[in-house]
């Protein structure tokens, strides 16, 4: 195996990054060579060309929905060469956030290629800033069940192919990643039984764990949630040198009979820890004294879960993971001691062919010019302190695909860009003029959480719905709070959320009544677990999994569940 050299790493990434726009050419040419002769693309025109302005000019922008007749193609069996030159063999599921339902994306080696790429970099770029050494990692990741499609492709969900794939396991070796929990914990076919056994390897190692990571913060928030409900049975578990009997996978079974030996004296140690612990803050380094950081996605719309990270991290850092998608990635994070809000990630101009649609100032200036869009631009013609799309052609069969994101253009890498994620382009769905996002609604509710951290509550988890089953139709937002809150503190909450939306089509339209008053509805705790385990049921991954911040109206079984489950609810009058 080839001894991991972060610097050779580093100096790579910098040659790429110094002359960013010759490398996009290069790899725009690529792409083509290999897969111009694809029927996608010859429809189109392209004839075999390689070069940016023949591309732009035959390949129109597009979204999932111009691709998923060739798509479905390829599940079902069709091998002939339709998005690629070489077959598909295989399919990712995408987490399902933006269409309440996953989507098949297509996946191949490269895109394997490229995600460890941008792994080793950001890890050069980290082990530069905070070195660790032979230890392990404390890992919260899962792999859903792989399943066959029509056409005998194999498919799951993006996290699950790199997880399965025998390059990821050299990697992380290479950079001295390895997890404490062995593969069957991972590839175990219950979630709740290999979360268990994560934290249960993680205190059978407390002294190795160098670092503790999952994919999304919010894994890392369930797992020590978990913890704190069961942290007295695992201290049993150890004593005993048993796993506790409602574990039945046979296979995590049988790989915990290895490591799990009677151990009283470790018992005693993480019993009196927690124990002697106040509301668990410093929990994470209270139990894994050799941690140096916490490690996982932290921004968008992980941002909500920084303050509980915190209460949980102590004084190790969070460090934010890479910018990516299921359609692949993007850029490392090449800062990586920067807090999360201020993350910015450095653009990889060879993992595949970026371009940027320039964003209108506002809403009203959208307006006034008419529904024409601003023509994309480079990835090295992008301005500071502007605020884009990106459109993506990857190595896998997409061309010109609007990833959904937008992002904020922080510097400059040598020629490569720095960008700050800033928040899902679709916006919630509107009920007059308003143009509310994703973002709009998080900084509502982050404005009126502090209503409630003054009350030392916490806010657990929340979303929102639009209602239009009476006139005129309103906002709706669900929260899921850690105690109870007094009537009066939640009235305030719910106005300083209706006050707190920005956008200029909801407030004229709230003071002019074309929008009825918001309405906070507050439900019992474990009703976002119910909507998780319900998405988890329904094919999502647990390594992908993310609240829904928006539930649409077609979506009968979540509305159901949150419904089902309010205790109180309360209109503004803040307008």
């Known amino acids: 195996m080839e001894v991991f050299d972060g610097e050779k790493v580093i100096e790579e990434f910098e040659e790429l990054t110094r002359d960013a726009g010759r490398v996009q050419?290069?790899?725009?040419?690529?792409?083509?060579?290999?897969?111009?002769?694809?029927?996608?693309?010859?429809?189109?025109?392209?004839?075999?060309?390689?070069d940016p302005e023949s591309f732009k000019e035959c390949v129109p922008l597009a979204t999932h929905d111009d691709f998923e007749a060739y798509i479905q193609r390829i599940a079902?069996?069709?091998?002939?060469?339709?998005?690629?030159?070489?077959?598909?063999?295989?399919?990712?599921?995408?987490?399902?956030?933006?269409?309440?339902?996953?989507?098949?994306?297509?996946?191949?080696?490269?895109?394997?290629?490229?995600?460890?790429?941008?792994?080793?970099?950001?890890?050069?770029?980290?082990?530069?800033?905070?070195?660790?050494?032979?230890?392990?990692?404390?890992?919260?990741i899962y792999s859903s069940k792989q399943f066959k499609t029509k056409g005998g492709l194999t498919a799951g969900t993006a996290t699950t192919n790199v997880f399965r794939s025998p390059k990821f396991k050299s990697t992380m070796k290479s950079i001295r990643s390895q997890c404490s929990s062995p593969d069957e914990v991972i590839f175990g076919s219950d979630v709740h039984q290999s979360l268990y056994c994560h934290l249960l390897c993680g205190l059978l190692y407390?002294?190795?764990?160098?670092?503790?990571?999952?994919?999304?913060?919010?894994?890392?928030?369930?797992?020590?949630?978990?913890?704190?409900?069961?942290?007295?049975?695992?201290?049993?578990?150890?004593?005993?040198?048993?796993?506790?009997?409602?574990?039945t996978d046979p296979s995590i079974r049988a790989a915990m009979s290895k490591l799990l030996k009677p151990d009283p004296e470790l018992a005693d140690l993480i019993y009196k820890k927690c124990a002697g612990l106040s509301n668990w803050s410093g929990l994470i380094p209270e139990l894994f004294p050799n941690a140096k950081y916490i490690y996982g996605?932290?921004?968008?719309?992980?941002?909500?879960?920084?303050?509980?990270?915190r209460h949980y991290a102590g004084h190790l850092p969070l460090m934010s993971a890479d910018y990516g998608s299921s359609e692949g990635?993007?850029?490392?994070?090449?800062?990586p001691l920067l807090p999360p809000e201020l993350?910015?990630?450095?653009?990889?101009?060879?993992?595949g062919y970026f371009e940027f649609i320039p964003l209108k100032a506002n809403a009203q200036d959208q307006e006034q010019e008419g529904a024409q869009?601003?023509?994309?631009?480079?990835?090295?013609?992008?301005?500071?302190?502007?605020?884009?799309?990106?459109?993506?052609t990857n190595v896998a069969g997409l061309y010109r695909y609007r990833l959904g994101d937008v992002v904020k253009v922080m510097g400059f890498h040598n020629a490569t860009p720095e960008l700050k994620f800033v928040c899902r382009s679709n916006i919630l769905p509107s009920i007059n003029i308003d143009k509310i996002t994703e973002k709009d609604l998080q900084l509502a509710v982050e404005a009126a959480r502090n209503v409630l951290a003054a009350e030392k509550l916490e806010l657990v988890e929340f979303t929102s719905h639009v209602d239009m089953s009476s006139e005129p139709g309103h906002y709706v937002i669900f929260w899921e709070i850690s105690g109870e809150a007094k009537e009066e503190v939640l009235i305030e909450c719910c106005n300083r959320l209706d006050r707190a939306f920005q956008d200029a089509g909801y407030v004229s339209s709230r003071k002019v009544k074309a929008i009825g008053a918001l309405e906070l509805r507050v439900v019992r705790k474990g009703t976002f677990r119910k909507i998780m385990e319900h998405s988890l049921s329904l094919g999502s991954a647990m390594s992908q999994y993310k609240t829904p911040r928006a539930v649409g109206s077609t979506n009968n079984a979540i509305l159901h569940i949150l419904r089902s489950n309010v205790v109180n609810s309360y209109f503004s009058t803040a307008f």
């Open 25 to 50: 050419v290069e790899t725009l040419k690529k792409i083509l060579e290999e897969n111009g002769w694809a029927e996608y693309l010859q429809n189109l025109g392209l004839n075999g060309r390689t």
């Open 76 to 140: 079902d069996g069709d091998s002939s060469p339709i998005l690629t030159g070489k077959p598909i063999e295989s399919m990712s599921l995408s987490s399902g956030t933006t269409k309440g339902r996953p989507k098949f994306i297509p996946f191949n080696d490269s895109l394997v290629e490229t995600t460890m790429q941008t792994f080793l970099t950001s890890f050069a770029f980290r082990n530069r800033q905070v070195p660790i050494g032979n230890g392990k990692a404390l890992q919260f």
């Open 206 to 247: 407390r002294d190795e764990v160098e670092l503790v990571y999952s994919s999304f913060a919010h894994s890392i928030i369930l797992a020590f949630r978990t913890f704190e409900q069961v942290w007295e049975e695992l201290c049993t578990n150890i004593r005993d040198g048993v796993l506790s009997s409602w574990v």
């Open 297 to 309: 996605i932290m921004t968008g719309s992980m941002e909500p879960y920084l303050m509980k990270l």
């Open 329 to 335: 990635w993007i850029g490392p994070n090449v800062n």
């Open 343 to 351: 993350t910015t990630f450095a653009v990889l101009p060879n993992v």
């Open 373 to 392: 869009e601003n023509k994309p631009v480079g990835l090295t013609e992008v301005k500071i302190g502007e605020e884009y799309e990106i459109v993506v």
